[in-house]
Nanobody
């Protein structure tokens, strides 16, 4: 079983940057970031397989970068050029096997508690 703990959320003005971190008890095969804004459904943001392949939602391509440090069992999400519509609770998720559709949350059995990101205009 993988335990996940996110950190790094906060409040920032539009155009600013934040880096989220997700500490895991070990480095599973696939890890991803998801977000959920108030009144909206969960959205896949980015995912990274241990083979290095990354997947991004169209809404964050060119602005967010996902990476992982396997020595530290930590997943990161570098967020730049933040927009008010990026405001949401951000969750880290993990799967021990390869995920064929990386941005679908139901493919991940392990989840963190989330960290809030608020972007003001």
């Amino acid at each position: 079983q993988v335990q996940l703990a996110e950190s790094g959320g906060g409040s920032v003005q539009a155009g600013g940057s934040l880096r989220l971190s997700c500490a895991a008890t070990y480095s599973p095969r696939c890890m991803g970031w998801f977000r959920q804004a108030p009144g909206k459904g969960r959205e896949g943001v980015a995912a990274l397989d241990s083979d290095g392949s990354a997947t991004y939602a169209d809404s964050v391509k060119g602005r967010f970068t996902i990476s992982r440090d396997n020595a530290k069992n930590t997943l990161y999400l570098q967020m730049s050029s933040l927009k008010p519509e990026d405001t949401a609770m951000y969750y880290c998720a993990a799967a021990v096997f390869r995920v064929l559709v990386p941005l679908v949350g139901s493919n991940y059995p392990y989840w963190g508690q989330g960290t809030q990101v608020t972007v003001s205009s």
